[in-house]
């Protein structure tokens, strides 16, 4: 009665990008987090559009500490690139080294992000503006702090006995993670950042 | 991966026959026993079937609040509950049919089914299912536990600011409230991320996009509307919260904020919502009007568009529940325009069931009957939808009892009437016996006068001038005697799901046996047996058509090559479904649960101190590592 | 003028409930110079719908502050109240009680389609006329569509039957008349919701616009749970739960609230709008005849949102005129008001305001 037609025992058992499910996890998550994001800006321009005092109240931010965050930002797109291309040849040496990298990376956007909060002007509570500036600023750095606790996890587990096959699935979806970490931050930026400066 | 490795396992389905392929295979998919092994499950009919029982306690709980209330009502000046508990009684009946009901049990369905209808062992991500499930719990048990213990939200299930205010409302009420709305939420998101990817990635080996069941296109259009509407939500409930616990001042007109930045962020969920309800009973209505009529649904490619349409443009109508804010005249025609947009898609989706049935020749089971009344009372619910789009129609009938009228027509007729219709379809798949013809004709007459009783009065009663959400009025104003009524009917709507009830359990245990396929139906989960193994199907089948069971007769053709000691599926590509990977799908783990736990208690720690967050997340964090972390070597591979 | 406050029969609070509302406003009504032969009509429709007066409310309705017209209207009503619904309450449910009063029941619903005191369908302003004219057309033509829904649907059901055992069929022929149904049903769908769209962008401009300027503008303030009427000018006063107006005049209504938000609604003169903190609402006003309406706060504010309760009384123009004048005069003693209140608690008091001060 029933008669095979599909032999799939010679297909792999993990493979990259989007051909695994966890991609596409990974791939929802950044849809409804940016959905999030955006959600977050909408409101955010919503206020500046229908209040009057949104001037008075919008005081600029430094512009220091954010630009160091958002150059070290940029510049870690570089490394993980390299775990992505190292993760997909399955390269231990250069998976290993690269996400040291990356955890010391993450540390330092950690601590310039603890520097950014401390440096702003306003509080949540003071007005509207504040409550969103401390909002968007939020949400974003747990994003930050979530992937680069991902990433840290990932480093350990490179150095046991389980780096090996799947890992190097998992590690290049970590890269890809990343990646949105990285873009969502310059809508966010813009806004927080540059906007009120205009 | 080490031939070592690769030697030990290699047991493949192709190898045994198909007694013992069975056996070993419902060894290797099943969930252990005990406490421990109850609370590590990761099978997806398990899981489906405790989100929808949850989901129907919840609903018979929902349902009494709405009797009281109706007695409550039944009588001008009553005094038999008074404004603060009848304020907390139609809150948490909002909310609970909402969030813990409406769209649970929605995801109840997609969880057991969609696994089944695409042909594959488990939903993506079966941890993260799991972790679902027991978040949503503890979000329901949460609301409902500070219920009995007197913290009762008593803002409505739409909670506007300023009244959801801490000035306005002390105690913990909204913040439960609040809370709870994440809890599903997150829920909701984590079902439907594993929605998409279990359609996207798992389908059998040919089920190109073109064979995809309407069920599965339907719930996976349903999860991309969850993914986009419900960020909004839980970015509103977070502001709405904090708000409260550290005082921002997002909502405060008096520090640069909006009262109507809440009522857009809650609506732009809040419209989508109502799709998130509806379209699991479109889903259903696919399936049950294909079967009954013994042919496919005409027009696949219209309904597949019309779907899509309806997930896109259910964002495009959130100011139609904001029309009397006064906004912009232009901004509010824009939005008329939409909304009487979306009866187009929803038209021809109507039309297209009706074809099926005129071409057809229909059988008149439950199910079947069931789906008429929802043809009767949604379309009548749809086209006052129509009415409520046009700006000028809505400032008179605008909260009031018309708009109850609408959206119980809408709901009820579009998602509990279909629902019960799939309640009657499935059951004989998930316990084996088919449930009692009889007393489902009997349900059916009083669910349907007892639903037209109640709620066709109501849009007699908003046209009269009665306000929604007040808790008496005076006799003067006329409107007892419809009240009455509507109170007299939701007796008898309530009677019909006691009926249910006690059909579910008798014929549970004394049904007639169901067999594979009690319908003659073509999709999937009737190839299987009922109940389904843990396994779902000993040897996944090989799709040629969009109505498998209808086409292929004895010839099944199926996939041979997966191991049998091990949690194999085939991932298979996006569009042609050709197969393409191997893989493992996770075994039980106990540590979903215990997160979710954890999640639980620092969200509900949160209420009293903003530090539970802080003392929380490091233990989330832990266990989360630990559910993720690999427990044997084999797993790498 | 002998003129019933409405506000002496509002109350707040569950604690001191003093009993059901009276609703004497209907004999204020009656009390117009005008509105005599209305009142006449309405209480003709009453009768039809007479099944829906409680008796036992209606006795107690009154209370002390009975008139001799209400009296006798009432117990015109009682002798025609239907036993039948009130008995299910008396005695034990019995079935032919049940019947009789579906009957009943059924009955009103048609019969009372006109009848109401707030009500959406007995418009007296132009506003109010346009809004019901525009409901009346799209449920005529929403109806329709239902019936051509649901007449398709049982063709489709009864066309051939009786097909237990049919064999499933894969891939039916597409019929040439589902085909040419599906075509028509698409393009009637487009004109019907098009039409009604212009019709309500129509009705959109001429229940909304503000044209030349009103004759007068009166403040509303929403408060839990009452409200506050500032008569706005050089002569500023201020009423409470109550906003007379002059017949056949446009009057601006400028909506705020002094707390969350509320919906200001009377539905025979207009549809609703929202008083939304920070913000700054206007809704336009006329009332065609005089006549007291009803309205109430239609936005969920809390606790006793069912009692925030508004009456527009419209008066003929020379009454309004003395009306205003007498209130715009300087205070009067308002002794007796403070007294006759002693129940209203001292925040957030409505009749702090009703004390017709002057500004």
Redesign the interface.
């Known amino acids: ?15 990259f990008g ?4 966890p991609w ?2 990974t791939f ?2 950044c ?3 940016g ?2 994001f955006a ?2 800006i909408g ?1 955010y321009l ?2 500046a559009v ?2 009057k ?2 001037p008075k ?1 919008a005081v600029p931010l430094s512009l220091l500490w954010s630009a160091l965050f958002t150059l070290v930002l940029v510049i870690s797109a570089l490394p993980n690139f390299l775990i992505k291309r190292a993760a997909t040849r399955e390269s231990l040496r250069s998976v290993r080294l690269l996400l040291l990298i990356m955890s010391a990376v993450g540390l330092v956007l950690i601590g310039l992000r603890i520097m950014e909060f401390s440096a702003l002007p306003v509080r ?9 500036v ?2 968007l600023l939020g949400l974003h750095g747990v994003h930050v702090l979530t992937d680069v ?1 991902d990433t840290l ?1 990932l480093t350990v ?1 490179m150095f046991t ?2 780096g ?4 190097f699935s998992d590690a290049e979806d970590n890269a890809f993670y990343w990646y949105f970490v990285v873009l969502s931050w310059f809508p966010l930026y813009a806004v927080l950042y540059w906007l009120p400066r205009f | ?1 080490s031939p070592a490795v690769e030697e030990r396992h290699e047991t ?1 389905d ?1 190898d045994l026959g ?1 007694e013992e392929l069975r056996v070993r295979l419902s060894k290797t998919w099943g969930s252990a026993r005990g406490l421990i092994g109850i609370l590590s499950t990761v099978d997806h009919k398990i899981i489906g079937i405790r989100y929808a029982v949850t989901a129907f306690v919840f609903l018979l709980a929902g349902g009494i609040m709405a009797i009281i209330m109706r007695l409550q009502l039944a ?3 009553s ?1 038999l509950v ?3 508990l009848y ?1 907390q009684l139609f809150t948490m009946h909002g909310t609970t049919m909402m969030f813990l009901f409406g769209v649970p049990v929605g995801e109840a369905f997609a969880v057991y089914l969609v696994p089944l209808m695409v042909g594959t062992r488990n939903i ?2 079966p941890r993260l299912n799991a972790f679902s499930y027991y978040v949503y719990l503890f979000g329901g048990l949460m609301l409902w536990g500070g219920f009995a213990l007197s913290i009762r939200p ?3 299930w739409f909670s ?1 600011v ?2 959801a205010n801490l000035n ?2 002390p105690g913990k009420g909204p913040d439960y409230w609040a809370q709870m709305i994440t809890f599903t939420e997150v829920a909701a ?1 984590a079902v ?2 594993e929605i ?2 279990t359609v ?3 389908r059998a ?1 040919g089920m190109t996009l073109d064979r995809i069941p309407l069920f599965v296109w339907t719930l996976l259009v349903h999860s991309f509307i969850i ?2 509407a ?3 939500i ?2 509103a409930s977070s ?1 709405l919260i ?1 708000e409260r616990l ?16 809440w009522q ?2 809650f609506w ?1 969920f809040g419209h989508p919502e109502v799709y998130i309800i509806f379209l699991p009973g479109t889903a259903f209505v696919s399936a049950i009007v294909a079967t009954f009529s ?3 649904v ?2 696949y490619l ?1 309904m597949v568009l019309s779907l899509i349409a309806i997930g896109f443009l259910s964002f495009g109508l959130w100011v139609h529940h904001m029309f ?3 906004l912009p ?1 232009i901004g ?2 824009f939005f ?2 939409s909304s ?2 979306i ?2 898609p929803n ?2 989706q ?2 297209c069931w ?2 099926t ?8 089971k439950t199910p079947l009957i069931f789906v ?1 009344g929802f ?2 009372i949604f ?2 619910g749809g ?2 939808g ?2 409520l ?12 009892y018309f708009v109850v009228a609408h959206f119980h027509y809408v709901l009820i007729g579009g998602t509990v009437f279909p629902l019960v219709a799939a309640v009657y379809y499935w059951f004989p798949k998930v316990t084996g016996r088919l449930m009692d013809e009889r007393l489902g004709k009997w349900q059916f007459f009083l669910a349907f006068t007892g639903f037209n009783i109640t709620f ?2 109501m849009h ?1 009663l908003g ?3 009665m ?16 009240n ?2 509507a109170s ?1 009917g939701a007796l008898l709507f309530f009677a019909s799901f006691l009926l249910m009830l006690y059909n579910m359990i008798a014929s549970a245990r004394s049904g007639a046996l169901a067999g594979d396929n009690p319908w ?1 139906a ?1 999709t999937l989960e009737w190839a299987t047996s009922s109940p389904p193994q843990p396994q779902n199907f000993d ?1 996944i089948p ?1 799709v040629t ?3 498998p069971l ?2 292929q007769g ?9 191991k049998v000691d091990e949690r ?1 599926l ?2 298979t ?2 569009t042609e479904a050709r ?6 799908s996770p075994a039980p783990s106990i540590w979903p649960f215990l997160a979710a736990f954890a999640t639980a208690a620092a969200f509900i720690g949160s209420i009293y101190t903003p530090w539970a967050v802080t003392w929380g997340s490091p233990v989330v ?1 832990i266990l989360l ?1 630990a559910w ?3 427990k044997t ?1 084999e ?3 | 003028m002998q003129f019933r406050w409405p506000h002496e029969t509002w109350n707040f609070g ?1 604690a001191a ?1 003093p009993g ?2 009276s ?1 004497l406003w ?1 004999v204020d009504a009656a009390e117009q110079k005008n509105a005599a032969d209305q009142a006449e009509g309405e209480e003709r429709r ?1 009768e039809e ?1 007479g ?4 008796p036992g ?2 006795v107690q ?1 009154h209370g002390s502050a009975s008139s001799a017209l209400y009296e006798a209207l009432n117990t015109e009503r009682d002798r025609r109240v239907p036993d039948a ?1 009130f008995s299910l ?1 008396r005695r034990a449910p019995n079935w032919r009680a ?1 019947a009789s ?2 009957a ?2 059924g009955g ?2 048609l019969a ?1 389609g006109c ?7 007995d418009p007296h302003g132009e506003r ?1 006329d ?2 019901a004219v ?2 009346w057309i ?2 005529a033509v ?2 329709l ?2 019936l051509v ?2 007449a ?2 049982f ?3 009864t ?6 055992g ?7 022929a ?2 040439r008349p ?1 085909r040419i ?2 075509a028509a ?2 393009t009637s ?2 004109i019907i ?1 098009s039409g ?2 212009v ?3 129509d ?2 401009r ?3 616009g503000h044209g030349v300027g009103a004759a007068i503008t009166i403040s509303v303030i929403g408060h ?1 749970w009452w409200w506050q009427v500032r008569y706005e000018g050089n002569n500023g006063f201020e009423t409470a739960n109550e906003i007379r107006i002059p017949v056949g005049s446009a009057v601006d209504i400028k ?1 705020t609230t002094g ?3 509320h ?1 200001f ?1 009377i ?1 025979s003169l ?5 008083l ?4 700054s ?2 809704l336009r006003i006329q009332a065609d005849k005089p006549g007291v309406y ?13 009692h925030m309760a508004i009456f527009v009384v419209a008066l003929e123009p020379g009454e309004f005129e003395r009306w205003r004048a007498k209130q715009a005069a300087p205070a009067m003693p308002m002794a007796h008001l403070a007294k006759q209140n002693a129940f209203a608690s001292a925040a957030s008091s409505p009749f702090a305001a009703l004390s017709e001060r002057s500004q």
């Open positions: 009665m029933a008669r095979s037609v599909i032999d799939v025992s010679g297909l792999p058992t993990y493979a989007s051909r695994v499910t596409w996890g929802s998550f849809l409804l987090e959905t999030g959600l977050g409101g919503y206020l229908t209040n005092d949104w109240d949540w509570s003071d007005n509207a503006y504040g409550s969103f401390w909002l606790a996890v587990l006995r389980h090996t096959g799947k890992r | 991966m493949r192709t198909d009588r001008p000046d005094h008074d404004a603060e304020n993506a991500f008593d803002v409505g506007y300023p009244l306005f409302t998101l439907s991320v998409v990817v996207l990635k798992q080996p993914i986009f419900m960020p909004a839980m970015l502001m904090m550290v005082g921002t001042q997002f909502f405060n007109p008096d520090a640069g904020g909006d009262p109507l930045l857009h962020l732009f013994r042919r496919p005409f027009g219209p009397v804010t006064g005249e509010a025609a008329t325009a009487m947009a009866a187009i038209g021809v109507i039309f009706i074809a049935l005129w071409d057809g020749k229909p059988v008149l008429l043809f009767f379309v009548a086209l006052s129509v009415m789009a046009s700006v000028p129609i809505d400032t008179q009938v605008h909260d009031t066709f009065p007699l046209l009269h001038g306000p929604r959400r007040v808790y008496t009025y005076p006799a003067e104003t006329g409107w007892g005697g419809l009455l009524l007299a003659g073509d040897r090989c058509s969009g109505s209808w086409d004895d010839h099944k053709a199926v996939v041979g090559g997966l194999e085939v991932v590509s996006l197969p393409d990977i191997r893989e493992e964090a590592v993720f972390w690999p070597i797993e790498n591979v | 569950t409930w059901p509302l609703q209907r009453n719908s099944f829906a007066k409680n409310i209606a309705t619904v309450f049940l009063f579906m009943a029941a009103s619903a009372s009848a109401g005191v707030q009500s959406a369908l109010a346009a809004l525009l409901f799209f449920t929403l109806g569509v239902w829904t649901m398709g649907l063709f489709a059901l066309r051939r039957r009786d097909s237990r049919e064999q499933a069929e894969a891939h039916p597409v019929k589902v149904a599906f049903m698409l769908t487009f919701l009604l769209a019709l309500s962008f009705g959109q001429a229940g909304f839990q909506l707390d969350v938000i919906s609604w539905p207009a549809g609703k709008l929202d939304i903190p920070g913000k609402n206007e009803r309205g109430q706060c239609a936005e969920f504010c809390g606790q006793q949102h069912a």
